[in-house]
């Protein structure tokens, strides 16, 4: 079964703490592996994960070669869903010629004094381009309706000029996808606790970070109302399992090379005049 359907969301989304640690991809999801190793399932899932991403690089230099296409890749997820390391796997077995990693953090003056999505169309990909969002135009209602900083009518407001900005985009050629890591609050705990225990991964952690987490039943129905008002064909909604790293990267190629192979990629027809030259 192909990953965007496995992971595609459904009408009526509810998000379950149970559902983060399923395993639906990979040799952990396979009958009979149930009492392998969990070191040598990892591995497995690790080379599969290496051999997709190959293929995806393939696809990506036809893609960045013909200059006619363009991919927007939308992750979201809480603190610690693996958003960094999501974008670092993706990265890691491409050429970085054609692919554009994006990090949205708090807006600055400048940003705040335009619309909220003035500083999000500025990243959008170019033809021939793949950009990944680490975050994006979804904080606009998610912490800021979490916060209290908008109010239920201007939240549904934004639910509508998002699905407009999100058609638009696909209109003038960008395929999008949209992704959210979903991890449980236990695994996030457990992360955010690593991240204190270990001083060279201490700078990793915000004590904002605490209090967000006060909040998470907040966060997991805005979430849930986001993706609900926002998921459309030409602008899919995934969730995808984050509390296993493997499972999680694994199943983001998966859904990534699904969505270059259906865009019917290939490299510029080649010039007949060219097979005259010698090169001397």
């Not at 991919?71 to 796997?89: H, N, W």
Request: hydrophobic letters at 40%; aromatic letters at 8%; one cysteine or more.
């Amino acid at each position: 079964m192909k990953a965007r359907h496995i992971f595609r969301a459904a009408p009526g989304l509810k998000l379950r703490e149970a559902d983060a640690d399923r395993r639906l991809v990979g040799a952990s999801a396979k009958q009979g592996n149930a009492r392998r190793d969990k070191d040598e399932l990892k591995e497995l899932d690790r080379a599969r994960t290496a051999e997709l991403i190959d293929r995806i690089a393939h696809l990506q230099a036809q893609l960045y070669a013909d200059r006619q296409q363009k991919l927007l890749v939308v992750l979201q997820g809480m603190d610690t869903a693996g958003k960094d390391g999501t974008v670092r796997t993706m990265f890691s077995r491409i050429n970085p010629m054609g692919i554009r990693g994006v990090a949205f953090k708090q807006p600055t003056d400048n940003e705040l004094a335009h619309d909220y999505l003035w500083r999000v169309h500025q990243q959008v990909p170019i033809k021939g381009e793949i950009a990944i969002f680490n975050r994006s135009h979804y904080e606009e209602v998610l912490i800021t309706r979490v916060q209290g900083w908008i109010d239920n009518a201007e939240c549904k407001r934004r639910y509508a000029q998002i699905r407009d900005f999100e058609r638009m985009l696909a209109e003038t050629g960008t395929v999008i996808i949209k992704i959210f890591l979903h991890i449980s609050k236990e695994e996030q705990r457990q992360r955010l606790q690593a991240r204190l225990d270990d001083p060279d991964k201490q700078w990793k952690f915000n004590p904002e970070d605490l209090e967000q987490r006060k909040k998470w039943d907040d966060y997991q129905r805005a979430y849930e109302k986001a993706i609900r008002e926002t998921d459309a064909p030409h602008a899919p909604w995934y969730i995808v399992p984050a509390n296993s790293k493997t499972q999680r990267n694994l199943a983001v190629a998966g859904i990534v090379l699904e969505t270059l192979e259906s865009m019917k990629l290939s490299f510029p027809p080649s010039d007949p005049r060219l097979s005259a030259i010698t090169v001397e």
